[in-house]
């Protein structure tokens, strides 16, 4: 079984530049949250998908965008980057059985650590 | 909305030492209750969830965590630390009404010293 990959590991941008991070789920789940871990700090829910929909989504601009695919891997990504977006990005992947974002054990990746320059 | 507080920012503790590290929410019913680990490197691991029933829960790598509805605590405890322990760890609330997604706590440094 495989689990949670993310790519790449880690990125350097500059201000004003995109970036795309890309997230592979665990076999067989339909559900990929994408959170912003910035240094000293726990994790900050930005987004969910559910079956290729979006299914909530937290407290950030929509500069951040995302997408699922049919094989329910994810793509996030961010315009305009500003210095503050530098953090380490996390994917999480379940089986959203319930639908409700706080049940479903997540599952979570190693991460991309993005620095904005 | 829920809230987490983790007070402590590091920790350090001798190996075979035991360990607890707390954990307060805000809320205004029973949430539902995680911890995870983050070692360098790598994602977040589910360490164990408290959802209802048995107010102490047991969960892997020989960790356990006590929901006090009182104190609005859901400390995590160890009774002997290994030096692989040695991470940081999460804290995470989650609502029993409505979508909405985990808030997790800053987090918990864990130093590990022979």
């Known amino acids: 079984e495989t689990g949670v990959t993310q790519s790449p590991t880690h990125l350097i941008k500059t201000r004003g530049q995109q970036v795309t991070l890309r997230c592979s789920s665990q076999?067989?789940?339909?559900?990929v949250s994408w959170y912003q871990q910035a240094l000293g700090q726990g994790p900050q829910f930005i987004f969910q998908y559910y079956r290729e929909e979006e299914n909530g989504r937290g407290n950030f601009p929509p500069r951040f965008s995302g997408l699922q695919f049919p094989n329910y891997s994810s793509e996030l990504n961010v315009n305009a980057l500003e210095l503050d977006d530098s953090a380490l990005y996390l994917c999480?992947?379940?089986?959203?059985?319930?639908?409700?974002?706080?049940?479903?054990?997540?599952?979570f990746g190693p991460g991309t650590r993005l620095t904005v320059l | 909305a829920q809230s987490v507080t983790q007070p402590d920012i590091h920790i350090t503790v001798s190996e075979g030492a035991s360990l607890e590290l707390r954990c307060n929410y805000s809320?205004?019913?029973?949430?539902?209750l995680f911890w995870y680990v983050q070692s360098p490197g790598q994602g977040l691991q589910l360490l164990l969830k408290y959802f209802s029933g048995d107010t102490l829960v047991q969960g892997i790598k020989g960790f356990e965590a006590e929901f006090k509805r009182s104190q609005s605590s859901f400390n995590l405890r160890k009774p002997s630390v290994h030096w692989s322990d040695a991470a940081e760890y999460f804290c995470?609330?989650?609502?029993?009404?409505?979508?909405?997604?985990?808030?997790f706590g800053k987090g918990t440094r864990l130093s590990v010293i022979a």
């Open positions: 076999s067989g789940h339909n559900t």
């Open positions: 999480a992947s379940s089986l959203g059985t319930s639908g409700r974002m706080s049940t479903d054990t997540q599952y």
């Open positions: 995470a609330v989650g609502a029993r009404s409505g979508n909405t997604p985990l808030v």
């Open positions: 809320y205004g019913a029973t949430p539902y």
